[in-house]
């Protein structure tokens, strides 16, 4: 995801409430894979601003999974200032849209 291009926010809007906590799910998925790269690189920072993006996105599928309001969220949001984390948020993020033909 470009941080600097909402297109890729304005798309997971456009989702239906089921299809975006799919997507959601995927990208959960997705960063936990890019936590275990940078960890097994020493890159701690890296894993642990990962892990933090992680841990607000899967407050997303909790809620939608309890049936609670649905809120959006927008991913330049998460601060990721680590090289290496940016590069595995944006690899997570293409690799979930790409379950939706994106």
Known sequence: MNSTDSSDTHWLAGLS???RTRFVAQLVHG??????????DHNLEGARQLNEANHQIAG???D??????????????FKLTDAQATVQYAQA??????????
């Open 17 to 19: 409430d089921a299809d």
């Open 31 to 40: 960063l936990t894979v890019g936590q275990r790269v940078l960890f097994y």
């Open 60 to 62: 997303f599928v909790v």
């Open 64 to 77: 939608a999974l309890d049936g609670r309001a649905q809120r959006m969220f927008d991913a330049t949001l």
């Open 93 to 102: 993020w293409t690799h979930a849209k790409s379950h939706f033909g994106g």
